[in-house]
Nanobody, 115 residues
Framework: QVQLVESGGGLVQPGGSLRLSCAAP????????MGWYRQAPGKQRELVAIISSSGGTNAADAVKGRFTISRNNAKNTVYLQMNSLKPEDTAVYYC?????????WGQGAQVTVSS
């Protein structure tokens, strides 16, 4: 298990932007596949975006063109830049780390998009 610490959630108006960060300790961070998931009230947790150890990315159709996942291995941190936010993006966002089939989760960051 890897301890993941998330930050950057909050309240934003529709059309606004937020950036989530997730820090993970350890010397092998660069080898993790990192992902962001979200869970809205009454819904199942879903994948938002993922970035591999080599830097390849993929994102859910609902956020393509608006959200960008990136990583800074020197800072052991993965980011989720969220632009053009919509009310339907409101959810708890969770950071995930995967390495050799083992998964770790962050505590979650609330993102609320509302006017």
């Amino acid at each position: 298990q890897v301890q993941l610490v998330e930050s950057g959630g909050g309240l934003v108006q529709p059309g606004g932007s937020l950036r989530l960060s997730c820090a993970a300790p350890g010397s092998i961070f660069s080898m993790y596949t990192m992902g962001w998931y979200r869970q809205a009230p009454g819904k199942q947790r879903e994948l938002v975006a993922i970035i591999s150890s080599s830097g390849g990315t993929n994102a859910a159709d609902a956020v393509k063109g608006r959200f960008t996942i990136s990583r800074n291995n020197a800072k052991n941190t993965v980011y989720l830049q969220m632009n053009s936010l919509k009310p339907e993006d409101t959810a708890v966002y969770y950071c995930n780390a995967e390495y050799v089939g083992r998964y770790s989760w962050g505590q979650g960051a609330q993102v609320t998009v509302s006017s």
